[in-house]
């Protein structure tokens, strides 16, 4: 019998049979029933969510996004390079951007699905259109602002407020006072966390904050303010710039003045644990970087290294493509990986 040689596109020989061809997916000459990997992806079959679709082979790296995002070579085994770089990660914390969750606030009333209000703190679980949602089960009680933002768990959350409020909460009423820093915990209960007069400090308002441990706290404020700090030195702080303050020598420092960067007025902060600092601007304003003039926008996050020569910016949250107008306070919240 007359060997075939060669089948249509997408179809195997078959033992050398004449006319005897099967389904090939990958095109590597194995048909599909003796072929343990159909897509020829690097994933075998049993273990691939989409075992004839190349693009598509799960989530070995435990990163959130696929291994094939990015796709594959030419029907070849995932390369180890792919598998490191299987999708954008702005903040290069290890995780692709899918799995980078934002918690964050807003500086004013929000009209959208869903209406946004600024007594309240959401996420972003999916960055873009219809990944957000509230964050915590209710907001905070009367007409408060909440400024500056800290997410501690998923419980609780450290905060400031932009005017002098007085709201009852779960344990009794209780003055919020734009000077102090508060804890709402699990239950709706509001306690203070941080009294600057108690520390013997005249600060008067805060614009952001991001608690570094227990005694250690980075913050910013939102008009030019004259202190003396708990060791009794003055300073001068700016609402470009953001500042460390250690609870156990009552030191105020400046870690970065983000003025460089065409924040006139730096809305929210948070430490990456590599060193890094993510913040984003009260309003809008030109950063000059060595790549040329950038627009920065009041409704994105941004990385900096301020060990870094020069000064450099990445974009780690697109808020415009979500919707939203602004991101007052926020937290970078990023899952574990199992």
Not at 197 to 224: K, W
Not at 226 to 239: C, E, I, K, S, W
Request: aromatic fraction near 6%.
């Amino acid at each position: 019998m007359e060997q075939c040689t060669e089948c249509a596109e997408g179809f195997a020989v078959v033992d050398g049979v004449a006319d005897t061809c099967e389904p090939d997916e990958d095109g590597d000459g194995t048909p599909d029933e003796d072929d343990p990997d159909d897509d020829n992806d690097g994933v075998e079959d049993e273990d691939d969510p989409e075992p004839t679709n190349p693009d598509v082979c799960g989530d070995a790296d435990a990163d959130s996004c696929d291994d094939c995002s990015v796709g594959t070579d030419d029907f070849g085994p995932q390369s180890d390079s792919l598998l490191d770089d299987d999708g954008p990660d702005a903040d290069a914390d290890g995780l692709c951007d899918a799995g980078d969750r934002l918690d964050f606030s807003v500086a004013r009333l929000q009209f959208g699905n869903p209406i946004l209000v600024p007594q309240n703190v959401y996420h972003d679980d999916a960055p873009g259109p219809g990944g957000i949602a509230p964050a915590f089960p209710t907001e905070l009680p009367g007409a408060v602002n909440l400024d500056a933002l800290d997410v501690i768990d998923p419980d609780a959350y450290k905060f400031s407020v932009t005017s002098s409020a007085f709201v009852f909460a779960a344990g009794g009423p209780v003055i919020l006072s734009p000077a102090n820093i508060y804890m709402r915990g699990a239950g709706g209960a509001i306690t203070v966390d941080l009294d600057w007069s108690a520390e013997g400090i005249n600060l008067s308002s805060l614009n952001a904050l991001d608690m570094v441990d227990a005694d250690t706290y980075l913050f910013s404020v939102g008009t030019p303010q004259v202190v003396v700090d708990g060791t009794g030195a003055p300073r001068v702080l700016y609402p470009s710039r953001v500042y460390l303050f250690d609870g156990t020598t009552g030191a105020i420092d400046e870690l970065l003045d983000a003025a460089g960067l065409g924040m006139a007025n730096v809305d929210g902060v948070d430490l990456l644990p590599d060193g890094r600092i993510a913040l984003s601007p009260a309003a809008q304003g030109i950063a000059q970087l060595p790549g040329g003039a950038i627009l920065v926008h009041p409704a994105r996050v941004y990385v900096t290294d301020p060990g870094a020569p020069g000064p450099n910016l990445i974009e780690a949250y697109d808020g415009p493509a979500a919707g939203l107008l602004t991101v007052d306070g926020f937290t970078m919240i990023v899952p574990e990986a199992p």
